[in-house]
Nanobody
Framework: QVQLVESGGGLVQPGGSLRLSCAVSGIIFSSYPMGWYRQAPGNERELVAAIAGDDTTSYANSVKGRFTISRDNAKNTVYLQMNSLKPEDAAVYYC?????????WGKGTLVTVSS
């Protein structure tokens, strides 16, 4: 059974940092691409960052230079380091993978950016 469990969200002031984690089980983690998405109230879910099995990364323009996605294959975990957070970064953050053509999502972790 494939499971993705996010953690690390919380309340942070503008300009602050958070690191999100997504623990993955049920797949050969190192072989599959992982993505972080976010959804703010009233908005569609959007891709924030992605990392391939060869560690190639890509980012939404809105987070380039501030967010970093990485993976630890020994821990079956993908991370999202978020720096210089802005109020517009506030959202529920989800991780996602696709395994044998089926997409799997975690339940999300809430990030609030407010002074």
């Amino acid at each position: 059974q494939v499971q993705l469990v996010e953690s690390g969200g919380g309340l942070v002031q503008p300009g602050g940092s958070l690191r999100l984690s997504c623990a993955v089980s049920g797949i050969i983690f190192s072989s599959y691409p992982m993505g972080w998405y976010r959804q703010a109230p009233g908005n569609e879910r959007e891709l924030v960052a992605a990392i391939a099995g060869d560690d190639t990364t890509s980012y939404a323009n809105s987070v380039k230079g501030r967010f970093t996605i990485s993976r630890d294959n020994a821990k079956n975990t993908v991370y999202l380091q978020m720096n210089s957070l802005k109020p517009e970064d506030a959202a529920v953050y989800y991780c996602r993978t696709t395994y044998y053509g089926i997409e799997y999502w975690g339940k999300g972790t809430l990030v609030t950016v407010s002074s």
